[in-house]
Each structure stands twice: as structure tokens, then as C-alpha cells.
Nanobody
Framework: QVQLVESGGGLVQAGDSLRLSCVAS????????LGWFRQAPGKEREFVAA????????YYTDSVKGRFTISRDKAKYTVYLQMNSLKPEDTANYYC????????????WGQGTQVTVSS
């Protein structure tokens, strides 16, 4: 009922910046919050950041605080993740996810966009 498409990944050097985008479609009116997660091969999926759709309240994992900023454009149904001062340990496939009125879990996921940071 909600479709998510990420874009903006790429190969950058340590210290560089990237901005990821996630466009939501379908039953977007049901979205409570949108989040970014990341996963590297052989590692568990990790929460990165989230934003509530209505009020714009933001949440971050400690490792990205001060470097990453999540934001949304309500008119475009798009969420962004501005990533500054990138580190090699940020290398992962980044996924956008939506929590809706169905319940508290993130039930809808995008296909992912790869971020690779070289040292």
C-alpha cells in the first residue's frame, strides 16, 4: 500500500557528502514516520535516522549525530538523508522504510541504494 524508492547513493571519499532521497507513493496519508536503515554484507540491519511525517520530529543513532540530517518535503512525499563527513564505516546499502497506521513497525521498505566510502 506504500511504495518507497531510494536514490542518491554512490562512491565517495572519506570526508565527502551525499544526499539520499526516498520518494513515497500509494497510501502516503497513512505514514506516521519515515526512517533510514543501513546494512553491510554480513552485518545486521542498523537504524540510522527517522522523522515523523506530521511534526517533523527527528531521531538519530548516536554514531551519525552531528553528521547526518534527516528531513522531509511533505508536498513531494519525499524524505532526505544528508550525510556529511562520511567515514568508511558508513559504507552500506541504505534503505528507506515507512511506519504507518497499521502499527508501530516499519512495514514498507525500498529497494536500497548503495553508499561506498573509500578511505
Amino acid at each position: 500500500q506504500v511504495q518507497l524508492v531510494e536514490s542518491g547513493g554512490g562512491l565517495v571519499q572519506a570526508g565527502d557528502s551525499l544526499r539520499l532521497s526516498c520518494v513515497a507513493s500509494g497510501r502516503t496519508f497513512s505514514i506516521g514516520r519515515l526512517g533510514w536503515f543501513r546494512q553491510a554484507p554480513g552485518k545486521e540491519r542498523e537504524f540510522v535516522a527517522a522523522i515523523t511525517w506530521s511534526a517533523g520530529s527527528t531521531y538519530y543513532t548516536d554514531s551519525v549525530k552531528g553528521r547526518f540530517t534527516i528531513s522531509r518535503d511533505k508536498a513531494k512525499y519525499t524524505v532526505y538523508l544528508q550525510m556529511n563527513s562520511l567515514k568508511p564505516e558508513d559504507t552500506a546499502n541504505y534503505y528507506c522504510a515507512a511506519q504507518t497506521s497499521r502499527g508501530p513497525d516499519y512495514n514498507y521498505w525500498g529497494q536500497g541504494t548503495q553508499v561506498t566510502v573509500s578511505s
